[in-house]
């Protein structure tokens, strides 16, 4: 087989997936690499110049967009090196940090009743109803967007009140109990989706009973978060419905008496999480968390 970077990249997209990693956006930034690679006559092994003159590409884009792709770069001549010793291996922090946490945007109690209120009101035959119970279901179980989209009804077990989410982040299935309130508002839905569109294949549908697109579901939400986190840097995102419901349970579990000691590795599984750390990246300085947490150190400090 000749030794294109086309032929590299495909090589090690098919060892990488083998092992249960999607890579579907490094696999586009990978090939986009390897055409440009073929393309400008490059032969040889991997050279960091040729990966930072892509990564740079192109003009005026953001920094952090340009750090991600050498970042991918990296990861393809760590790969390569084993088989071809003169593969350069690009530098690590050549255009800064590769990752950056959006500051999240921990929505109050009252915003998400606001959220859902709006939702309701949307017109349609079930696009009020959709969006309510979607984004309701989101508050209350913390699911990513996909997570919940990709629900089909025979996912939704509402006789024993559990989601089977299937394939999520890391191909990983998990079950997600439910609360007792939230059987009610998801039963109507159904009942309701059934009767306009019997043969629908996913839980969520759109008004022509089609799969709730993610990017619909995007553009609806910008409309409905109007007025609601005016202060911050940024718009709330719909993802940050995620970091809330993350820091509600925290802090609802350090106000009981049990507390949240040793309470966390059992959330981050809830949420899907392969670690713990995983976790405390929705986990926010709330004031409510921080007094909480400055109480309990206070009693530990007094017992001790």
């Not at 000749?2 to 590299?8: H, I």
């Not at 050498?70 to 003169?86: F, G, N």
């Not at 989209?149 to 024993?160: A, I, K, M, R, S």
């Not at 993350?246 to 000691?261: D, I, M």
Request: aromatic letters at 10%.
């Amino acid at each position: 087989m000749k030794a294109t970077m086309t032929n590299r990249v495909r090589s090690y997209l098919r060892y990488r997936r083998a092992l249960g990693f999607r890579l579907v956006v490094e696999g586009r930034m990978l090939r986009n690499f390897a055409r440009f690679a073929d393309r400008s006559g490059h032969r040889g092994p991997l050279a960091k110049d040729l990966a930072i003159r892509w990564a740079a590409l192109p003009q005026g884009c953001d920094r952090l967009y340009r750090a991600r792709r050498l970042e991918v770069v990296r990861v393809l001549a760590q790969h390569l090196l084993i088989s071809e010793p003169k593969t350069e291996l690009p530098p690590r922090h050549f255009f800064g940090p590769a990752h950056r946490r959006p500051e999240p945007y921990v929505y109050s109690p009252k915003e998400i009743q606001k959220l859902l209120v709006r939702a309701k009101g949307l017109g349609g035959r079930l696009r009020g109803q959709t969006y309510w119970t979607l984004l309701g279901l989101m508050a209350c179980t913390g699911l990513r967007i996909s997570e919940a989209l990709h629900l089909t009804p025979d996912d939704v077990d509402l006789t024993e009140g559990v989601l089977t989410v299937r394939e999520s982040k890391y191909r990983k299935t998990r079950l997600v109990p439910l609360h007792a309130t939230a059987i009610a508002p998801l039963r109507d839905y159904a009942r309701r989706r059934e009767q306009l569109f019997p043969p629908a294949k996913t839980f969520f549908v759109s008004e022509r009973g089609a799969a709730l697109a993610y990017s619909t579901v995007g553009n609806d939400f910008s409309r409905l978060r109007k007025g609601i986190g005016n202060s911050a840097r940024r718009p709330p995102r719909l993802h940050d419905i995620r970091h809330a419901f993350t820091c509600r349970v925290l802090l609802g579990w350090q106000k009981s008496p049990k507390g949240a000691v040793g309470r966390v590795a059992i959330l981050s599984r809830y949420l899907g999480h392969a670690r713990a750390s995983d976790t405390y990246w929705y986990l926010t300085a709330l004031p409510e968390l921080m007094i909480q947490a400055a109480q309990a150190f206070g009693r530990y400090q007094h017992e001790n």
